[in-house]
T-cell receptor, first 116, second 111 residues
Framework: GAVVSQHPSWVICKSGTSVKIECRSL??????MFWYRQFPKQSLMLMAT?????????EQGVEKDKFLINHASLTLSTLTVTSAHPEDSSFYIC????????????FGEGSWLTVV | QKEVEQDPGPLSVPEGAIVSLNCTYS??????FMWYRQYSRKGPELLMY????GNKEDGRFTAQVDKSSKYISLFIRDSQPSDSATYLC???????????FGKGTSLLVTP
């Protein structure tokens, strides 16, 4: 079964509103989680690294005030897309690594965001 | 230039064929190499993981890494229609677990 769970799987929101996506590690604690974005027929692009108990590290070109990341517990990271616009419509995926899992990195099922 | 390059295809093969998927990378610091399979509108599923150069086999899948040429390969033997998906190569260095992905190759195995 899945070791990383994302919710919601699909979300449609109106332009200008905010949307929160949750990423949960199941059965293990993840001090670090990663958020990726994937546009249709494109590769996964790293948006930010989410660190439990501290600020996220954002990749160049990703607006930290627009994509708010909160990693308040060892099993949950949230991504909030604030004031969403149609160009934010994308597939958002999180990943996490079990602390004793070597280099095995598990991905969530992804969340499809459509901004209308 | 992306650090991991992958031909997006599409690649179409008949059932039972041997499939060869390839990637190149430019960052010499990459030490860990993965292949993920992604079905339409789903998250990536880890298929193979390889450290440094060498081969790794798991059932019908064989992953190869040649660090001297910065070349990554995935071979699928006796391909099945259920193997039809997008295959993503990825790599990361010792300094972190953020993955650098290729664009993905779309594979179609026809009955």
């Amino acid at each position: 079964g899945a070791v990383v769970s994302q919710h919601p799987s699909w979300v449609i929101c109106k332009s200008g509103t905010s949307v929160k996506i949750e990423c949960r590690s199941l059965d293990f604690q993840a001090t670090t989680m990663f958020w990726y974005r994937q546009f249709p027929k494109q590769s996964l692009m790293l948006m930010a690294t989410s660190n439990e108990g501290s600020k996220a590290t954002y990749e160049q070109g990703v607006e930290k005030d627009k994509f708010l990341i909160n990693h308040a517990s060892l099993t949950l990271s949230t991504l909030t897309v604030t004031s969403a616009h149609p160009e934010d419509s994308s597939f958002y995926i999180c990943s996490a690594r079990p602390p004793d899992g070597g280099n095995t990195i598990y991905f969530g099922e992804g969340s499809w965001l459509t901004v209308v | 230039q992306k650090e991991v390059e992958q031909d997006p295809g599409p690649l179409s093969v008949p059932e039972g064929a041997i499939v060869s998927l390839n990637c190149t990378y430019s960052n010499s610091a990459f030490q860990y190499f993965m292949w993920y399979r992604q079905y339409s509108r789903k998250g990536p599923e880890l298929l193979m993981y390889t450290y440094s150069s060498g081969n790794k086999e798991d059932g019908r899948f064989t992953a190869q890494v040649d660090k001297s040429s910065k070349y990554i390969s995935l071979f699928i033997r006796d391909s099945q229609p259920s193997d039809s998906a997008t295959y993503l190569c990825a790599a990361h260095s010792n300094s972190g677990y953020a993955l650098n992905f290729g664009k993905g190759t779309s594979l179609l195995v026809t009955p």
